[in-house]
C-alpha cells in the first residue's frame, strides 16, 4: 500500500490520545482509507472511506473485536467517523479525511487546483451524513415504537394488578365468584392495549360498582328464580292435562 498521510502535532492533544486501542484503531481506519474513489462489488467507497469489519480491524490491529466495538463507538459518539453497517461489512467514513492530507506549504494554485475535490469531499461527506442520520433515525423511531408498546403492555398489567390488590378486602363481603367477575368485566383492555374498560369511565368509585354490581346479581338471581317456578308450574300443567287425556281415553274403552 503506498501513499502517506499527516499528522498535526494537535494529535497530541486528542481526547482519546492516551488510549492505545483508540490510537491504534484510528490510525488504522486513516491509512486504509481511500485517497480516492473506488468501486467495490457495485458499490463506489469515496475518497475518506473503507469497507471493513470488527474481525477484520481485529487482525490488523491486535485489538479484541469487543475492543474494537467499544472504540468505534467512541470514535463514532466524538464525530470522529460516521458508519453505514450491513450485517457482513462497515463503511466508514472519515469525517475531515482532507485534514490528514492537505499540504501546509501548497501555494495558492495548488490550493486552488485542490478545491474542487475538497468540495466535492465535503459535499459528499455532507451526503453520507445524511444518508445515514436518515437511517438511523428510522431505526431509533422503529425501536421506540417497539419500547413504547412494550412499556405500555407493562404499565397496563401493573395497573390491572393494582386493581385486583383493590378488590382483595371486598371478597369477604362479595365471595370470590362475583369479585372475579367483576374484575374480568372490567379490566377488558381497549383495543390499543393502552387503557381499561374501568379506566375510560368518567367517574370511579370501587365500593358503589361492587355494591352496584352485587345487587344487579341479586336481581338477575331473583328474575331466574322466578322463570324457574314458572317453567316448573307450565310443566305440572301439561303433565295434569296429558294425564286426564288418557284417563279419557281408557274410560272411552
Given at each position: 500500500?503506498?501513499?502517506?498521510?499527516?499528522?498535526?502535532?494537535?494529535?497530541?492533544?486528542?481526547?482519546?490520545?492516551?488510549?492505545d486501542?483508540?490510537?491504534?484503531?484510528?490510525?488504522?481506519?486513516?491509512?486504509?482509507?481511500?485517497f480516492?474513489?473506488?468501486?467495490?462489488?457495485?458499490?463506489?467507497?469515496?475518497?475518506?472511506?473503507?469497507?471493513?469489519?470488527r474481525k477484520?480491524?481485529?487482525i490488523?490491529?491486535?485489538?479484541?473485536e469487543?475492543?474494537?466495538?467499544?472504540?468505534?463507538?467512541?470514535?463514532?459518539d466524538?464525530?470522529?467517523?460516521?458508519?453505514?453497517?450491513?450485517?457482513?461489512?462497515s463503511?466508514?467514513?472519515i469525517?475531515?479525511?482532507?485534514?490528514?492530507?492537505?499540504?501546509?506549504f501548497?501555494?495558492d494554485?495548488?490550493?486552488t487546483?485542490?478545491?474542487?475535490?475538497n468540495?466535492?469531499?465535503?459535499?459528499?461527506?455532507?451526503?453520507?451524513?445524511?444518508?445515514?442520520?436518515?437511517e438511523n433515525?428510522?431505526?431509533v423511531?422503529?425501536?421506540?415504537?417497539?419500547l413504547?408498546?412494550?412499556?405500555?403492555?407493562?404499565?397496563?398489567?401493573?395497573r390491572?394488578?393494582?386493581?385486583?390488590?383493590s378488590?382483595?378486602?371486598f371478597?369477604?363481603?362479595?365471595g370470590?365468584?362475583?369479585?372475579?367477575?367483576?374484575?374480568?368485566?372490567?379490566?377488558?383492555?381497549?383495543?390499543s392495549?393502552t387503557?381499561?374498560?374501568?379506566?375510560?369511565?368518567?367517574?370511579?368509585?370501587v365500593?358503589?360498582?361492587?355494591?352496584?354490581?352485587?345487587?344487579?346479581?341479586?336481581?338477575?338471581?331473583s328474575?331466574?328464580?322466578?322463570?324457574?317456578?314458572?317453567?316448573?308450574?307450565?310443566?305440572?300443567?301439561?303433565?295434569?292435562?296429558?294425564?286426564?287425556?288418557?284417563?279419557?281415553?281408557?274410560s272411552?274403552?
Amino acid at each position: 500500500m503506498e501513499g502517506w498521510i499527516k499528522i498535526h502535532k494537535r494529535f497530541l492533544d486528542w481526547e482519546w490520545f492516551q488510549e492505545d486501542g483508540m490510537v491504534r484503531l484510528f490510525l488504522n481506519l486513516i491509512l486504509r482509507a481511500n485517497f480516492q474513489p473506488r468501486k467495490w462489488k457495485g458499490i463506489v467507497i469515496e475518497r475518506g472511506q473503507l469497507i471493513t469489519g470488527r474481525k477484520q480491524l481485529s487482525i490488523e490491529t491486535g485489538l479484541s473485536e469487543r475492543t474494537i466495538r467499544t472504540c468505534l463507538q467512541r470514535l463514532e459518539d466524538t464525530g470522529e467517523i460516521l458508519r453505514k453497517t450491513t450485517n457482513k461489512f462497515s463503511i466508514i467514513n472519515i469525517c475531515n479525511y482532507d485534514t490528514y492530507q492537505l499540504d501546509c506549504f501548497t501555494n495558492d494554485q495548488q490550493t486552488t487546483n485542490k478545491r474542487p475535490t475538497n468540495d466535492q469531499q465535503t459535499t459528499t461527506n455532507e451526503e453520507y451524513k445524511n444518508i445515514y442520520n436518515k437511517e438511523n433515525s428510522t431505526k431509533v423511531e422503529s425501536k421506540k415504537d417497539k419500547l413504547s408498546l412494550s412499556h405500555s403492555q407493562e404499565l397496563l398489567e401493573n395497573r390491572s394488578k393494582k386493581f385486583y390488590d383493590s378488590l382483595i378486602s371486598f371478597v369477604e363481603l362479595y365471595g370470590k365468584e362475583m369479585i372475579r367477575s367483576f374484575y374480568d368485566y372490567w379490566t377488558e383492555p381497549n383495543k390499543s392495549k393502552t387503557k381499561m374498560r374501568f379506566e375510560m369511565e368518567k367517574t370511579w368509585d370501587v365500593k358503589r360498582r361492587l355494591n352496584t354490581w352485587s345487587s344487579r346479581e341479586k336481581i338477575n338471581h331473583s328474575n331466574n328464580g322466578t322463570a324457574n317456578k314458572q317453567q316448573q308450574q307450565q310443566q305440572r300443567a301439561r303433565e295434569i292435562e296429558e294425564l286426564n287425556e288418557r284417563l279419557l281415553q281408557e274410560s272411552s274403552q
